[in-house]
C-alpha cells in the first residue's frame, strides 16, 4: 500500500517533469526563432543599405478578419476557459499541489487574451486548446493523487492498519483538504482507538448476557464511528430489550389481575401496549381485566348504593340508582332498590301532606285516608326508620284530633243555641260540652233577632277558647 502511495506521488512529480520539459522545449524553440529573425533583418538591413540594388519591400500577410458570429465563439470560448484557469489558481489546494503548472496555465491565459487583443486570433484558438487540454490532464491528475491516496487509507483502514490509514489519509487532505471522503475517515481514525476498546466493552457484556449495557456500548459507537454492522447490532438489541420488557410488564399484568388489583394490572398492560402494542396476547388479557373492571365497578357502584340505603338517604339513593340502571340495566337488585326509593319518597310525600295540616284530621273522611297510607307503609318501615317515624307521628295526630275536648259554652239564656252537623247546646248561660279536633259552625237563634252564625277552631296543641253567642241585632 506504501509501495502504491510512492508511485501516485512519483507519477505526480513525473508528470510535472514532463509538463517543465515541454516548457523548457518551446523557450528554446522560441529563442532558435528569434535568433534567426534577428540575423535575417540584419541582412536585409546590409541589403538596404547597399549600393547599386533595388529592393521592393515583402508585406506580409494581414490576419484574417472574423465575422462578428466567429468573434462571439471565440469571446466565450475565452470567458469558458478563463473561468477554468481561474478555478484552478484559486485552488489553494491545487496551486500548492503543482505551484509551476498552475502559474503557467495562469500565463497562458494571459497570453491568450494578449493574442486576442493583438488580432492575431488563430493563435487565440491554438492558446486556449492548448489551455484546455492542459487544464483537462491537471484536473485528472489532481483527482487521481487525492483519491488515490484516499483509497490507499481506506484499505489500510479496513484492514485494521491505523498507522498506514492515518499517514496515506494525510496525504489525501494535504493535496485536497476538502474531500469529504477523507475528512470522514479522519473523524473514524480519530476515534478508532475509543472505538476499538467499546467494542471489547460490547463483547464482554454480550457474553454476560448484559443487554442494557450492550445497548449503551453500542448507542455510543453509532453516535462516535456508525457502520451498517453496528446498526444492526444495535437493532438486534433494541429488540431483544424491547421483547424482555414486554414479557415482564405482561407478567406483572396477569399476576396483578389475578390478585384483584385491576388498577395496577390495567397500569402494567398499558406499558406493554406502549412497549409492543401488535403482539397477540395483548387482547386477551385485556378482555379478562375488563371483564373484572366492569364487575368490580358494579359491585362498588351497589356497595356505595347500600351506604345510602344505610344512613337512610333514600333521594340519594334514587338518584345513584338511576345512574346506575343506565350502566347496567339487567342488574335487578338495582331496580328493585329504586322501586323502594320511590314508594319511600311517595309515602313522605303523603305523611308530610297529613302532619303539616293536622287540624284536617277531625274530619273522618280525611283520617280515614290517612289510616289507608299508614297501613300501605307498613312494609316500608324496615327500610327506613325516618319514614317509620313519621308515620307514628301521624297516628299520634290521628288519635289526638279525634279525642273529644272540653269546651265552654256562654250566653244569655234568651238565645238557642245549636252546633251545625254536631247537635243542639240549648239556652244556657254557661255549659261544657265535649267537641273533637276541628272546625265547627255554632248558631245562635232568637225570637225577634238575627241569627247568629260563629266558626271555632278547636286544637289539641292550642288553648281552647270560650264560645259566647248571644243574640243582640234585633229586627226592625
Not at 478508532?192 to 460490547?202: P, S
Not at 437493532?235 to 424491547?242: A, D, G, P, T
Not at 402494542?277 to 365497578?297: D, F, Y
Request: proline share 3%; aromatic share 6%.
Amino acid at each position: 500500500m506504501s509501495e502504491s502511495l510512492d508511485g501516485q506521488i512519483a507519477l505526480a512529480k513525473a508528470l510535472r517533469r514532463k509538463f517543465f520539459t515541454r516548457i523548457a522545449i518551446a523557450i528554446v524553440f522560441f529563442l532558435v526563432v528569434v535568433s534567426a529573425l534577428v540575423g535575417l533583418t540584419q541582412l536585409l538591413g546590409e541589403k538596404d543599405n547597399s549600393p547599386n540594388v533595388e529592393t521592393t519591400p515583402k508585406e506580409l500577410p494581414a490576419p484574417v478578419p472574423l465575422t462578428s458570429e466567429q468573434r462571439q465563439i471565440l469571446q466565450q470560448l475565452l470567458s469558458e476557459t478563463n473561468q477554468t484557469i481561474t478555478h484552478i489558481i484559486n485552488n489553494t489546494d491545487k496551486v500548492n499541489w503543482a505551484t509551476d503548472t498552475s502559474q503557467a496555465l495562469a500565463s497562458n491565459m494571459e497570453q491568450a487574451y494578449v493574442s486576442y487583443a493583438q488580432g492575431a486570433f488563430e493563435q487565440t484558438k491554438q492558446t486556449i486548446d492548448k489551455l484546455n487540454d492542459e487544464a483537462q490532464d491537471f484536473n485528472r491528475d489532481y483527482q487521481l493523487a487525492y483519491e488515490g491516496a484516499y483509497q490507499q487509507a481506506f484499505t489500510a483502514f479496513t484492514a485494521g492498519d491505523i498507522n498506514q490509514a492515518e499517514e496515506a489519509n494525510r496525504v489525501a487532505l494535504t493535496i485536497n483538504s476538502s474531500f469529504d471522503q477523507a475528512l470522514a475517515l479522519q473523524k473514524r481514525i480519530n476515534v478508532f482507538a475509543e472505538v476499538q476498546a467499546l467494542r471489547e466493552q460490547g463483547r464482554i457484556a454480550e457474553v454476560e448476557n448484559n443487554l442494557d449495557k450492550a445497548q449503551l456500548v453500542y448507542q455510543t459507537l453509532v453516535a462516535l464511528d456508525s457502520t451498517p454492522e453496528r446498526l444492526a447490532k444495535l437493532s438486534e438489541l433494541n429488540k431483544k430489550i424491547q421483547t424482555r420488557q414486554f414479557s415482564e410488564a405482561i407478567a406483572i399484568a396477569i399476576k396483578a389481575r389475578d390478585k384483584g388489583e385491576l388498577v395496577q394490572a390495567q397500569k402494567a398492560l398499558d406499558t406493554a401496549k406502549r412497549i409492543d402494542g401488535s403482539r397477540p396476547e395483548l387482547a386477551s388479557v385485556q378482555k379478562t381485566i375488563a371483564q373484572l373492571i366492569a364487575a368490580n365497578a358494579e359491585y362498588q357502584a351497589k356497595q356505595h348504593i347500600l351506604a345510602f340505603v344505610g344512613a337512610d338517604e333514600w333521594p340519594t339513593v334514587e338518584l345513584l340508582t338511576r345512574k346506575a340502571l343506565t350502566e347496567y340495566p339487567d342488574n335487578s337488585h338495582f331496580q328493585d332498590l329504586l322501586d323502594s326509593a320511590l314508594r319511600i319518597s311517595d309515602t313522605n310525600k303523603k305523611l308530610d301532606n297529613y302532619i303539616q295540616r293536622p287540624e284536617r284530621l277531625s274530619d273522618t273522611r280525611i283520617a280515614l285516608g290517612a289510616r289507608d297510607v299508614i297501613a300501605d307503609s307498613q312494609t316500608l318501615f324496615d327500610l327506613s326508620p325516618k319514614l317509620g317515624q313519621k308515620i307514628h307521628s301521624l297516628e299520634g295526630l290521628l288519635d289526638t284530633q279525634n279525642h273529644p275536648l272540653k269546651v265552654v259554652v256562654k250566653s244569655d239564656k234568651r238565645t238557642f243555641i245549636s252546633v251545625l252537623g254536631v247537635g243542639q247546646v240549648g239556652k244556657v248561660t254557661e255549659k261544657t260540652i265535649l267537641l273533637a279536633p276541628g272546625r265547627y259552625q255554632f248558631e245562635g237563634k232568637c225570637t225577634g233577632f238575627h241569627t247568629v252564625l260563629q266558626t271555632v277552631v278547636i286544637s289539641a296543641d292550642k288553648p281552647i277558647p270560650e264560645v259566647e253567642i248571644v243574640c243582640t241585632e234585633a229586627i226592625n
